[in-house]
């Protein structure tokens, strides 16, 4: 497993060995050990997710509030995405700035993002796959959304889409980061990083 520090604090790419044969494939997405020895701390498990999307679905930006957060580890199995980290936490050096990773079904890299950090992606194919390791549960009064489509933002979707892009209505209404920021939505990146050593001493 090779792993890759990602710009923005409580980021990591990982990107598995795979191994095809006569008979088809096979790859570890997530490995622990590659997992704990990146990040301080084993992933938890609270849930698993499974989305399907047809061509030009952008789902996201969405964040939960930390503590408790949710982080995910995710990948694609089938299809191809473009991956996209925001970091949202207030008094992050990289607040608003994100960072975009392709994910496929070719070289089945991962991404990990730590609580408190904004996920979305962009499929790039029909029937694209998302598999997502939680670290909590579904928590509906502790999740927020920004709008993928903030201009602030910038994301970078318009070099990717073959035509108008597919949202949620709870997506295409959610508020912008400024919006976001002004209603007190946002996570605390001092917080965060508290938040992260207490997993990390826990281990």
Known sequence: MQVRRLEITGAFEFTPKAFPDHRGL???????????????????????????????VIRGVHFADTPPGQAKYVYCPQGSLLD?????????????????????????????????????????????VMTYLCSTGYNPSGEHGINPLDPELDLPWAAELTGEPI???????????????????LPDFATCLAHYESLRSAT
Not at 29 to 35: E, I, K, L, R, T
Not at 103 to 126: C, I, K, M, N, P
Not at 170 to 179: F, H, I, S, V
């Open 26 to 56: 096979f790859v570890a997405p997530f490995q622990g050990d590659a997992f704990t020895e990146a990040t301080g701390h084993p992933m938890r498990l609270g849930q698993t997710n499974h989305s399907v999307s047809a061509r030009d």
């Open 84 to 128: 996209v980290i925001v970091d949202v936490r207030v008094g992050s050096p990289t607040f608003g700035r994100w960072e975009a990773i392709r994910l496929d079904s070719t070289e089945y890299r991962a991404v990990y993002l730590a609580e408190g950090l904004g996920h979305a992606f962009l499929a790039l194919t029909d029937n694209t």
């Open 167 to 185: 949202l949620s209505a709870k997506d295409r209404d959610a508020p912008t980061l400024a919006e976001a920021k002004a209603d007190g939505l």
